[in-house]
């Protein structure tokens, strides 16, 4: 047989030895709205949450009592508990729009978390470009951000939870997405700049260097991965350690080039040329794939069970 569920309701009276104003202000303190909603609340007889187990409508009863409340707990399904009046205000939706504990999805919860999500995204941005550092526990923060923003607005449950979880997973790869364009706009702006001239060129004279040991030491797939290991072509320790998009990438862009320089058949302009046009080349969304390692998934994972925890653990303990 199922658990009997419970409907919990403010009875309209205040316990003794509590004034009306002592209680309003408690329970405008408790349901984060102003005293004169919560005083209307206290008169109104209003449904405060329904389909509870009896474990959390005690818990909700002792923690709104122990404000001067008097609750009423009422088994769903018992004819005439709840007045017609009552019943009608649910079939027209009043008591949702009304009660600030909302328990399904609502515009104001959906506008704070999309705000939320940008400015985090912003904010990720901000910390990258300024300390030259990105913190995937930033992504865990931004999470937690959506979802205690959203907590706030006093809604709660399932679908807005899983609702926190998508904003913060938009924002988290916003955030990623915005870095890397602002890594690869710079990039392409010191490939073009005049003032970057004599640090590029001091760049392609050591690539040039650097292809005539690959022209000796690259022998075959293997002498080739180690030389990724050796001369920074990978962030790879070892060549067991080199990821599939790497190697592709050093045979497709790296390794021809190279070879050109070995036979100087690639002029300082065209080494510039040939750069600039891997970047283009290269798509942002194609970067921001090959940009989550296994501690940004970690990170990714925390942000969004972050935000939907907030929101939906919040509803259980209400």
Not at 2 to 12: H, L, N, P
Not at 18 to 38: C, G, N, P, R, W
Not at 192 to 214: G, H, I, N
Not at 282 to 310: H, K
Request: negative net charge.
């Amino acid at each position: 047989m199922a658990d009997q569920r419970y409907i919990v309701k403010i009875s309209g009276a205040i316990q003794e030895n509590y004034s009306h104003e002592q209680v309003s202000k408690a329970l405008a303190q408790f349901l984060k709205i102003d005293e004169d909603k919560a005083a209307q609340f206290i008169n109104s007889k209003r449904i405060l949450n329904k389909g509870v187990n009896e474990t959390k409508a005690t818990k909700y009863k002792h923690k709104l009592e122990s404000i001067g409340l008097v609750i009423d707990l009422i088994p769903e399904g018992v004819t005439g508990s709840i007045s017609h009046t009552e019943t009608e205000q649910e079939a027209n939706g009043q008591s949702n729009r009304d009660n600030p504990l909302h328990t399904s999805l609502n515009l104001k919860a959906l506008v704070v978390a999309a705000a939320t999500a940008l400015i985090g995204a912003l904010l990720w941005m901000f910390i990258a470009i300024t300390f030259n550092l990105e913190l995937g526990i930033v992504a865990w923060a931004i999470g937690g951000a959506i979802g205690f923003a959203v907590s706030l607005t006093g809604t709660r449950g399932q679908k807005a939870a899983i609702a926190c979880a998508a904003f913060a997973l938009f924002s988290i790869v916003l955030g990623k997405y915005l870095i890397i364009d602002n890594v690869k706009k710079e990039m392409e702006l010191a490939l073009t700049d005049p003032a970057l001239t004599e640090q590029m060129r001091y760049a392609y004279e050591e690539e040039k260097e650097l292809s005539l040991f690959f022209a000796e030491q690259s022998t075959n797939e293997e002498s080739q991965y180690q030389f990724m290991v050796d001369y920074g072509y990978t962030e790879a320790s070892d060549i067991n350690g080199i990821s599939q998009i790497e190697k592709e990438d050093f045979i497709n862009y790296s390794a021809p080039r190279l070879k050109a320089l070995a036979n100087n058949k690639l002029s300082f302009e065209q080494w510039q040329q040939d750069l600039n046009g891997i970047f283009e080349e290269v798509s942002n969304l194609e970067l921001l794939s090959q940009s989550f390692a296994w501690a940004d998934i970690l990170f990714l994972l925390l942000g969004i069970g972050t935000a939907y925890r907030l929101v939906n653990t919040k509803r259980e303990e209400s």
